[in-house]
């Protein structure tokens, strides 16, 4: 999945964006379109310097942002609030008939983050029940810093310090705001706390530039204190104070809408992910004969890495993928060569079991793009490494990396981001349609065999297939879990025995599954609108249709919503 510019825009990092002190946007009679997105994208990133940094955004009005941390204080809350309603307001008064279709797509985007932003705050409202906000927000504000050459190093480091001396208020404020906590958010919390401790105590530590060495310890030192005395808070205090991470049918259907914009209801897309799961079953049995899809399945299993060459095979898989798109001349590649593969920071894996992709900044984007991948513990007992390297077989990782890098999010955001002007650019990554993105990522899977990837491998397709599967199950998971109550048990069961997954795979999900909400139906919802964009592309240009030509003009729009996207294409 693509690492949200969530966090790297996340979930639990969008409520970032809630808390920082800034004026409410000016109020104009006639707000100028372009003028407007400019000041919500760059007023945004201000409110959230973690995620400013991660967008390649340093400075803002003479303040620079990278020393900072987020402020979940009330008056933080209170200033986010009226910025985000003020800019509500000044969208209610333009006429978008008014507008050209590129701002159209932008005004629905702006709508529907402040929508869902407003909708967390005021309902949801995370803040108060989910730890791992914090915990990932500190994770991301001072690994990004350090992985990210937006400047020296030295100058870097000593930002990381800055924000390291903020880690205590911030945790206070943490423990002020937070009400109760389902068990697995509050779990999930202390598993990432102990990330971040990790990476403060030795990776930064043992990178600290001599001179700034006493300060980092010192910064450090009080950190670490706060972090460990906020985790026996977590187990001690909070974990009396349970709650339900069910949104319920009401708020579900209300960020269902804004997170999605398919136009249609979550009962709607259940009924199409349940009549998929049926019909994609009948295709792979027809693949798998003479035997059964599970023996079938099976052997391909068996086709796997060991743990050790985990992290490798899939620098393996990138580049034959990579001479495979650039051979059959699939899209037209970006000019820029910044992917790198390394293994998923420690206080992300929570979320990211096995691979994410992390897209270089909006507005530096010659910086880092990162494929994580994340390693097989080594503690792990044999049965379980085995599941893991059965899922991720041979196949398997092919088409993690397919969706992850090659041509996936990676090609998907490296032509995004040469899109002008710059503040479309960032409004497009940051808050863009997340089934544009994820079944981006999806849709490549299906057309690199379509297109005959390794040889037109059996193997491949039938895992594909698989993970086709996988994709439909995200869909009724979150639906039912969130809206339906659906048990633990009846979810396993949906994964292990009806799309074919190995149990490591499936217990993962139904974690990711209750830390979030309305993101894993985005890859079948996704998958089906770039199929019904690739149909009406090619209606419209009958014997001139070239798919090339279709990937290049969707891509470059970048992360609008599907029925914008046709808008464009016209």
Not at 174 to 181: E, F, Q, R
Not at 354 to 380: C, D, H, M, R, S
Not at 381 to 392: C, F, M, Q, T
Request: with cysteine.
């Amino acid at each position: 999945m693509r690492v949200p510019r969530n966090s790297l825009f996340s979930a639990a990092i969008v409520v970032s964006l809630l808390v920082a002190g800034c004026k409410t946007a000016p109020q104009v009679q006639k707000p100028d379109f372009s003028k407007l997105t400019e000041d919500f994208v760059y007023g945004s990133l201000a409110l959230s310097p973690n995620a400013a940094t991660q967008a390649g955004y340093h400075e803002h009005q003479g303040v620079n942002l990278d020393g900072k941390l987020d402020d979940f204080s009330p008056a933080g809350l209170d200033a986010a609030r009226n910025f985000y309603q003020g800019f509500k307001t000044q969208l209610a008064s333009i006429d978008q008939q008014s507008l050209s279709t590129e701002d159209r797509a932008d005004y629905l985007i702006i709508q529907n983050a402040i929508d869902l932003v407003l909708q967390d705050q005021q309902q949801i409202q995370s803040y108060r029940h989910n730890p791992t906000v914090y915990m990932e927000l500190i994770g991301n504000a001072l690994f990004s810093p350090f992985v990210l050459e937006y400047a020296p190093f030295d100058t870097r480091f000593g930002q990381i310090v800055q924000r390291l001396s903020q880690v205590p208020v911030l945790i206070d404020q943490a423990k002020a705001n937070l009400a109760d906590s389902p068990e697995i958010w509050n779990r999930v919390a202390r598993e990432e706390n102990d990330g971040n401790i990790d990476l403060i105590d030795k990776t930064l530590r043992a990178k600290a530039p001599a001179n700034l060495k006493p300060d980092f310890d010192k910064a450090a030192d009080a950190a670490l204190a706060s972090l460990r005395s906020f985790n026996a808070y977590l187990k001690d205090d909070l974990s009396k104070k349970t709650s339900d991470w069910r949104l319920g049918k009401e708020q579900y259907a209300r960020k269902f809408a804004g997170s999605l914009v398919a136009g249609k209801a979550p009962e709607q897309v259940l009924s199409e992910a349940e009549s998929a799961l049926k019909e994609t079953r009948q295709e792979m049995a027809k693949l798998a004969a003479p035997h059964s899809v599970r023996e079938a399945l099976d052997a391909i299993a068996k086709q796997h890495t060991t743990p050790d060459q985990f992290m490798q095979q899939a620098g393996k898989d990138l580049d034959l993928a990579t001479k495979f798109v650039r051979d059959k001349h699939l899209v037209t590649f970006p000019s820029r060569n910044n992917l790198q593969v390394i293994p998923t920071p420690e206080f992300m894996r929570g979320t990211y079991g096995v691979a994410g992709f992390n897209p270089a900044p909006a507005f530096e984007p010659q910086l880092g793009a990162f494929y994580w991948v994340t390693p097989i513990p080594k503690n792990w007992p044999k049965d379980r490494v085995e599941s893991k390297l059965r899922e991720y077989n041979r196949y398997g990782m092919m088409q993690i990396t397919i969706h992850e890098a090659m041509p996936g999010h990676y090609v998907q955001f490296e032509v995004a981001d040469s899109l002008e002007p710059k503040s479309r650019r960032a409004l497009r990554n940051i808050f863009g349609n997340v089934p544009y993105v994820e079944g981006w990522g999806l849709y490549t899977q299906q057309m690199m065999s379509e297109e005959g990837f390794m040889d037109n491998s059996v193997e491949l397709r039938m895992t594909m297939y698989k993970q086709l599967l996988r994709s439909i199950a995200n869909a009724i998971l979150d639906i039912r879990l969130q809206t339906m109550g659906m048990t633990d048990r009846q979810a396993l069961d949906l994964m292990i025995n009806d799309t074919f997954q190995e149990k490591e795979e499936a217990t993962a999900k139904l974690q990711r599954a209750q830390l979030t909400s309305c993101q894993l139906p985005a890859y079948f919802v996704g998958l089906r609108g770039w199929l019904d964009a690739r149909e009406d592309f090619k209606q419209r240009k009958g014997a001139a249709y070239m798919l090339s030509e279709f990937h290049d003009a969707a891509l470059k729009e970048s992360a609008v919503p599907f029925p914008a996207l046709k808008q464009l294409l016209q």
